[in-house]
Protein backbone atom coordinates (compact mmCIF):
# COMPACT_ATOMS: atom_id res chain seq x y z
CA UNK A 1 0.00 0.00 0.00
CA UNK A 2 1.19 3.58 -0.98
CA UNK A 3 2.19 5.63 2.44
CA UNK A 4 -0.19 8.33 0.92
CA UNK A 5 -2.90 5.86 0.79
CA UNK A 6 -5.37 6.27 3.62
CA UNK A 7 -6.15 2.43 4.94
CA UNK A 8 -9.46 1.97 4.91
CA UNK A 9 -12.29 2.96 7.40
CA UNK A 10 -14.12 -0.49 7.43
CA UNK A 11 -12.80 -4.40 8.62
CA UNK A 12 -12.48 -6.97 6.07
CA UNK A 13 -15.60 -8.92 7.95
CA UNK A 14 -18.93 -6.89 7.82
CA UNK A 15 -20.29 -7.00 11.18
CA UNK A 16 -24.38 -6.84 11.63
CA UNK A 17 -25.48 -4.06 14.03
CA UNK A 18 -28.25 -4.84 16.54
CA UNK A 19 -30.90 -1.81 16.25
CA UNK A 20 -33.80 -1.47 18.35
CA UNK A 21 -36.19 1.03 16.67
CA UNK A 22 -37.64 4.14 18.00
CA UNK A 23 -41.12 4.79 16.93
CA UNK A 24 -41.10 7.02 13.81
CA UNK A 25 -43.43 7.12 11.24
CA UNK A 26 -43.58 4.94 8.25
CA UNK A 27 -42.80 8.14 6.06
CA UNK A 28 -40.30 9.33 7.42
CA UNK A 29 -38.64 5.89 7.08
CA UNK A 30 -39.18 5.61 3.74
CA UNK A 31 -38.02 8.66 3.09
CA UNK A 32 -34.61 8.52 5.08
CA UNK A 33 -34.40 5.18 3.58
CA UNK A 34 -34.61 6.10 0.03
CA UNK A 35 -32.38 8.93 0.50
CA UNK A 36 -29.44 6.79 1.98
CA UNK A 37 -30.32 3.76 -0.56
CA UNK A 38 -29.44 6.46 -3.15
CA UNK A 39 -26.58 8.44 -1.64
CA UNK A 40 -25.01 5.26 -0.89
CA UNK A 41 -25.66 3.68 -4.40
CA UNK A 42 -24.90 6.91 -6.39
CA UNK A 43 -21.21 6.98 -4.49
CA UNK A 44 -20.50 3.66 -4.74
CA UNK A 45 -20.58 3.52 -8.60
CA UNK A 46 -18.94 7.38 -9.03
CA UNK A 47 -15.83 5.54 -6.77
CA UNK A 48 -16.36 2.75 -8.55
CA UNK A 49 -15.28 5.05 -11.99
CA UNK A 50 -12.44 6.44 -10.33
CA UNK A 51 -10.75 2.90 -9.00
CA UNK A 52 -8.43 2.36 -6.53
CA UNK A 53 -6.39 5.19 -7.12
CA UNK A 54 -8.76 7.12 -5.08
CA UNK A 55 -7.47 7.84 -1.50
CA UNK A 56 -10.84 9.03 0.27
CA UNK A 57 -13.16 6.32 -1.22
CA UNK A 58 -13.86 4.83 2.20
CA UNK A 59 -14.53 8.04 4.11
CA UNK A 60 -17.05 8.63 1.34
CA UNK A 61 -18.96 5.59 1.32
CA UNK A 62 -19.43 6.17 5.48
CA UNK A 63 -21.28 9.79 4.47
CA UNK A 64 -25.09 7.81 4.41
CA UNK A 65 -23.96 5.53 7.91
CA UNK A 66 -22.92 8.92 9.64
CA UNK A 67 -26.20 10.53 8.14
CA UNK A 68 -28.78 7.67 9.10
CA UNK A 69 -26.66 7.74 12.14
CA UNK A 70 -27.49 11.28 12.76
CA UNK A 71 -30.97 11.49 11.54
CA UNK A 72 -31.74 8.79 14.31
CA UNK A 73 -30.12 10.48 17.25
CA UNK A 74 -32.05 13.51 16.19
CA UNK A 75 -35.17 11.72 16.49
CA UNK A 76 -34.59 9.81 20.12
CA UNK A 77 -36.11 11.31 22.82
CA UNK A 78 -32.90 10.49 25.34
CA UNK A 79 -30.76 13.59 23.16
CA UNK A 80 -31.19 16.55 25.11
CA UNK A 81 -32.24 19.52 23.60
CA UNK A 82 -29.20 21.10 22.32
CA UNK A 83 -27.90 17.75 21.08
CA UNK A 84 -30.58 17.80 18.95
CA UNK A 85 -29.99 21.11 17.68
CA UNK A 86 -26.18 20.37 16.66
CA UNK A 87 -27.64 17.25 15.11
CA UNK A 88 -29.99 18.88 13.08
CA UNK A 89 -27.73 21.69 12.15
CA UNK A 90 -25.18 18.72 10.96
CA UNK A 91 -27.89 17.27 8.68
CA UNK A 92 -29.55 20.59 7.17
CA UNK A 93 -25.85 21.58 6.61
CA UNK A 94 -25.18 17.36 4.81
CA UNK A 95 -28.26 18.02 2.80
CA UNK A 96 -27.93 21.63 1.49
CA UNK A 97 -26.77 22.17 -2.08
CA UNK A 98 -25.23 25.20 -0.57
CA UNK A 99 -22.00 24.24 1.53
CA UNK A 100 -18.47 25.16 1.75
CA UNK A 101 -17.71 22.29 -1.12
CA UNK A 102 -21.08 22.03 -3.36
CA UNK A 103 -21.83 18.44 -4.16
CA UNK A 104 -23.64 19.94 -6.71
CA UNK A 105 -20.76 21.57 -8.54
CA UNK A 106 -18.04 18.72 -7.22
CA UNK A 107 -19.82 15.34 -7.50
CA UNK A 108 -19.18 13.40 -4.75
CA UNK A 109 -15.72 14.65 -3.95
CA UNK A 110 -17.87 17.40 -2.44
CA UNK A 111 -19.46 15.46 0.31
CA UNK A 112 -15.95 15.17 1.95
CA UNK A 113 -16.95 18.63 4.31
CA UNK A 114 -19.91 16.96 5.13
CA UNK A 115 -18.29 13.74 6.48
CA UNK A 116 -15.82 15.62 8.07
CA UNK A 117 -18.69 17.94 9.99
CA UNK A 118 -20.95 14.82 10.57
CA UNK A 119 -17.60 12.76 12.42
CA UNK A 120 -16.96 15.81 14.60
CA UNK A 121 -20.48 16.34 15.74
CA UNK A 122 -21.18 12.35 16.42
CA UNK A 123 -17.24 12.75 18.13
CA UNK A 124 -18.75 15.39 20.72
CA UNK A 125 -21.97 13.61 21.30
CA UNK A 126 -20.34 9.85 22.06
CA UNK A 127 -19.03 11.12 25.88
CA UNK A 128 -22.65 11.84 26.23
CA UNK A 129 -24.97 9.34 24.42
CA UNK A 130 -22.34 7.00 23.16
CA UNK A 131 -24.19 3.65 24.08
CA UNK A 132 -27.18 5.01 21.89
CA UNK A 133 -25.01 6.32 19.23
CA UNK A 134 -23.78 2.70 19.07
CA UNK A 135 -26.99 1.37 18.98
CA UNK A 136 -28.32 3.16 16.19
CA UNK A 137 -24.96 2.31 14.16
CA UNK A 138 -25.97 1.05 11.00
CA UNK A 139 -21.98 1.36 9.45
CA UNK A 140 -18.74 -1.41 9.46
CA UNK A 141 -16.68 -1.58 12.32
CA UNK A 142 -16.28 0.08 15.75
CA UNK A 143 -18.16 3.85 15.42
CA UNK A 144 -15.98 5.57 17.73
CA UNK A 145 -12.72 4.01 15.19
CA UNK A 146 -14.24 5.17 12.85
CA UNK A 147 -15.09 8.34 13.13
CA UNK A 148 -11.68 9.41 14.54
CA UNK A 149 -10.08 7.95 11.73
CA UNK A 150 -12.28 9.90 9.48
CA UNK A 151 -11.24 13.38 11.39
CA UNK A 152 -7.92 12.53 10.87
CA UNK A 153 -8.09 11.87 7.28
CA UNK A 154 -9.93 15.16 6.83
CA UNK A 155 -7.52 16.79 8.21
CA UNK A 156 -5.18 15.70 5.30
CA UNK A 157 -7.80 15.87 2.45
CA UNK A 158 -9.03 19.32 3.76
CA UNK A 159 -6.50 21.07 5.52
CA UNK A 160 -6.32 21.94 8.68
CA UNK A 161 -7.57 25.32 8.36
CA UNK A 162 -10.21 23.88 6.56
CA UNK A 163 -10.63 21.16 9.49
CA UNK A 164 -10.84 24.06 12.06
CA UNK A 165 -13.35 25.58 10.90
CA UNK A 166 -15.46 22.67 10.47
CA UNK A 167 -14.62 22.20 14.08
CA UNK A 168 -15.89 25.57 15.21
CA UNK A 169 -19.27 24.83 13.90
CA UNK A 170 -19.54 21.44 15.26
CA UNK A 171 -18.69 22.27 18.79
CA UNK A 172 -20.98 25.34 19.48
CA UNK A 173 -21.01 25.86 23.17
CA UNK A 174 -23.57 27.45 25.20
CA UNK A 175 -22.77 30.09 27.32
CA UNK A 176 -24.42 30.40 30.13
CA UNK A 177 -26.23 33.93 31.45
CA UNK A 178 -24.76 35.10 34.44
Known sequence: MDPETPAPLTPAAIQPAEHVAEPVTSEAIEVTDDFYRSLRRRLRAWLH???KAFAY???LLVAPDLLHLMCRLALDSQVTGSDKTRLLSAIAYFVSAIDLMPEGL???IGYLDDVALAAMVIHNLINQHGD???KYWAGDG???EV?????ELSNKALGSNFVRRLRI???ARRVKKA
Open 49 to 51: RKG
Open 132 to 134: LAR
Open 106 to 108: LGP
Open 142 to 144: ELL
Open 169 to 171: LSV
Open 57 to 59: ADM
Open 147 to 151: VQRII
